[in-house]
């Protein structure tokens, strides 16, 4: 019933920045929240930060509190995430998701569609 597809990954030194991109598709009027998640290697898979598609309200986990901006163009059914100042520690595959659901929405149990997942990867 959605299609996200995320883009804008790829290889960069510690300190530079990173846009990435999640692109809805199909019943786009039934997302409410869209988040992104992290997982790298051998680790659990992670909240970074969640958007209402509406009001535009933001969280973040604290890891990339401001350093990373989330942020919507309702109009073309995209979501991004701004990631300054990149580290080591946030080389990740990158996934969006997206729920009808809203609220504290930080766990990946409440998403229902998710992206293919793109990589990230910073070097020191």
């Known amino acids: 019933q959605v299609q996200l597809v995320e883009s804008g990954g790829g290889l960069v030194q510690a300190g530079d920045s990173l846009r990435l991109s999640c692109a809805a598709s199909g019943r786009t009027l039934s997302i409410y929240t869209v988040g992104w998640f992290r997982q790298a290697p051998g680790k659990e898979r992670e909240f970074v930060a969640a958007i209402a598609t509406r009001s535009g309200s933001t969280s973040y986990a604290d890891s990339v509190k401001g350093r990373f901006t989330i942020s919507r163009d309702y109009a073309k059914n995209t979501v991004y995430l701004q990631m300054n100042t990149l580290k080591p520690e946030d080389t990740a595959v990158y996934f969006c998701?997206?729920?009808?659901?809203?609220?504290?929405?930080?766990?990946?149990?409440?998403?229902?569609?998710w992206g293919q997942g793109t990589q990230v990867t910073v070097s020191s």
């Open positions: 998701a997206s729920t009808a659901r809203f609220g504290i929405l930080a766990v990946s149990a409440q998403y229902d569609y």
